[in-house]
């Protein structure tokens, strides 16, 4: 990157992180220019997670020095997050004793891809997401890629829950490139973050609506030079028509942080209208007698595969504490 202009040691300014590489930064001020930064002991942050920084943070930086292709900044201070994507850490891998990653903060849609085939569609982790999603107030877009491997009747029949209650279903062939401009539309003047299943074609997406292929070991350490897997870090991209799309990791197991067994039923938004049917006002709909749920069930009224959806979340929620 060529440096237009003069830094100036000790000016604060505000900016936005742009990718996460290690103990480095990504960051581009409100003028435009991007810094290599770093935290230091007396950096504070408005978040619950105190020690991270996460693609899409809004921070106040303070510059430093002149690197050969950056500016350098160190971070003073992480802005309250209106939203994040969270996942749980290995702490048997990681020094941070941190339980919780933050991967994406401050979006406005989640966007869940999904694929048909190979790996094949997952609804319970379609459930997971949209969960995450009504909890966090976002805006959730759920995606069918590699449409063009298994485009049959029964991978619509699995959606249909899904378009009755209201959400948006795009269908996709990365490979085809096909159905990428609803998909554009979709995304434009929104920081939307992409996350799903390794392999369900995330990043060849974001490739072709970002116009420019990202090889895997694309993206330089900041720090050594060297390049850095993909799948490892995520990265802020802007879209030639406005907006970003947030490139996240692959997740194999996504945290539900935050949610409860008590909290969890008002998050399936077909129990919103059966609840007050219930017996008990703090029913859980698992085993009470009376349950307003149950009955709608039966009676053909909410998805039962939803339902049973929901009894999956609920018993695990304990276990992932």
Do not use: W
Request: glycine fraction near 8%.
């Amino acid at each position: 990157m060529k440096i237009e202009r003069e830094q100036e040691p000790g000016r604060v300014t505000r900016g936005l992180v742009i990718e996460t590489t290690g103990s480095s930064y990504r960051v581009v001020s409100e003028d435009g220019t991007e810094f290599r930064c770093r935290t230091i002991a007396a950096t504070k942050t408005e978040n619950e997670y105190s020690s991270l920084v996460a693609v899409g943070d809004r921070v106040v930086l303070k510059e430093t020095e002149t690197g050969a292709d950056y500016f350098e900044a160190v971070i003073t201070l992480i802005e309250a997050r209106r939203s994040a994507l969270t996942r749980k850490r290995d702490l048997r891998r990681n020094r941070s004793k941190e339980k919780v990653q933050v991967i994406a903060a401050n979006i406005d849609q989640l966007v869940v891809v999904v694929s048909a085939t190979n790996p094949p569609l997952s609804t319970r982790l379609i459930d997971r997401y949209l969960v995450f999603a009504e909890s966090e107030h976002l805006h959730p877009v759920i995606v069918v890629n590699k449409m063009d491997l298994e485009n049959s009747s029964m991978t619509t029949e699995l959606m249909v829950p899904y378009h009755a209650l209201g959400y948006q279903i795009l269908y996709t062939s990365a490979g085809k490139r096909e159905g990428l401009e609803v998909l554009r539309e979709a995304l434009m003047g929104k920081m939307s973050a992409f996350s799903g299943h390794s392999g369900v074609g995330k990043s060849t997406l974001i490739n072709r609506l970002v116009g420019e292929r990202r090889l895997k070991t694309a993206r330089t350490s900041m720090k050594s030079g060297k390049g850095v897997h993909t799948t490892s870090n995520a990265a802020m991209l802007p879209l030639p028509d406005g907006g970003y799309v947030i490139d996240t990791p692959g997740i194999r197991e996504f945290n539900l942080s935050g949610i409860t067994r008590e909290n969890l039923r008002f998050y399936f938004r077909e129990f919103t209208h059966y609840m007050p049917d219930c017996a008990f006002s703090s029913c859980s709909h698992t085993v009470e007698p009376g349950c307003g749920i149950v009955k709608a069930v039966e009676s053909g009224l909410i998805d039962p595969d939803r339902y049973e959806s929901y009894l999956a979340l609920y018993t695990s929620i304990e276990s992932e504490r």
